[in-house]
């Protein structure tokens, strides 16, 4: 089946500067790539996702990156915020598969 | 957006007794919801895919006969812990699929 990594498991970042959190997966047939984003004591929310067919997808300060060959993507938050702390999860859909596997986790911690 | 309903957010129940978490799809019908459980610090560990109008579908090491799961119509699925221990204290997150994966607010159970 399906094996997600992530990588860092903490992160620790000046408000303002970027935070880059790295996902790779082992099965060649994933084509769904969601990351969520979890506050204490609340389930996951979605902050964005790309498909197989796309290199990169951008949403203002947040961007996912996908290397196909190399079977990894990527979480980019730039201009970080106070508020962007919180752990974030990646996931990987392999196709004809409904279900979710999702990274190990990171929680990411915004200085002020 | 889609919004998926969980309830309670919190419940705490005796040893030996059954405790009915509800998980709804607001605006969508779903003919797929899934049951995620959550230890503190840890990732999403997938329970159960529930299918309307069919027997769920349990991941493996999950008791069938202790975490009951009914979905009886296209926008609510059901998870029962039954004879709750105090082992079974956790927090429980429904999922429901359309497009992308929208996540419930989770549920605290407390077995005392």
């Known amino acids: 089946g399906e094996n997600v990594e992530q990588h860092p498991s903490t992160l620790s970042v000046q408000e303002g500067d970027s935070a880059v959190i790295k996902c790779t997966y082992s099965?060649?047939?994933?084509?769904?790539f969601p990351w969520y984003k979890q506050e204490l004591g609340k389930g996951p929310q979605l902050i964005i996702d790309?498909?197989?067919?796309?290199g990169e997808k951008k949403d203002q300060r947040i961007a996912v990156t996908l290397n196909k060959t190399a079977k990894h993507f990527s979480l980019h938050i730039t201009e970080t915020q106070p508020e962007d702390s919180a752990v974030y999860f990646c996931?990987?859909?392999?196709?004809?598969?409904?279900?979710?596997?999702f990274g190990t986790g990171t929680r990411l911690t915004i200085i002020p | 957006g889609a919004v998926v309903s969980q309830h309670p957010s919190r419940v705490i129940c005796k040893s030996g007794t059954s405790v009915k978490i509800e998980c709804r799809s607001l605006d969508f019908q779903a003919t797929t919801m899934f049951w995620y459980r959550q230890f503190p610090k840890k990732s999403l560990m997938l329970m159960a895919t529930s299918n309307e109008g069919s027997k769920a579908t349990y991941e493996q090491g999950v008791e069938k006969d202790k975490f009951l799961i009914n979905h009886a119509s296209l926008t609510l699925s059901t998870l029962t812990v039954t004879s709750a221990h105090p082992e079974d204290s956790s927090f429980y997150i429904c999922s429901a699929q359309e497009n992308g994966y929208t996540f419930g607010s989770g549920t605290r159970l407390t077995v005392v």
């Open positions: 099965d060649s047939a994933s084509n769904y």
């Open positions: 790309i498909r197989s067919n796309v």
């Open positions: 996931a990987a859909r392999a196709f004809g598969n409904e279900k979710l596997t």
